[in-house]
């Protein structure tokens, strides 16, 4: 999904091709196997990032850069209240 999310309101989702794991269940898995399959479910999501529209994504950093700053701001307040 990209864009902020709004209700009621066009909204946009990129979904990929399933990423079979068959191979892998009922397996016990080494570290090297581990790492492989985080570097194969991270390519797909960045190809499927790539095909977001540029403008889009400055858009929704900038969006989850605001969200940042406010819950930064909220996490300060709140120490401040609870220190004596």
């Known amino acids: ?3 902020r999310p709004r209700p009621f309101r066009k909204n946009y989702l990129l979904v990929g ?12 898995l080494t570290e090297q196997e581990y790492a492989a ?3 194969m479910v991270f ?8 095909l977001v529209p540029e403008k ?6 900038a969006y989850l850069e ?3 700053k406010k819950a930064a ?5 709140a120490g401040k209240k ?3």
């Open 56 to 61: 889009a994504r400055k858009k929704y950093a």
């Open 37 to 39: 399959i985080d570097q």
């Open 82 to 84: 609870e220190a004596p």
């Open 43 to 50: 390519d797909r999501m960045k190809a499927l990032y790539d």
């Open 66 to 68: 605001r969200r940042k």
């Open 17 to 28: 091709e399933p990423i079979p794991m068959d191979e892998y269940f009922g397996k016990k």
């Open 1 to 3: 999904m990209y864009g």
């Open 73 to 77: 701001r909220l996490a300060a307040k």
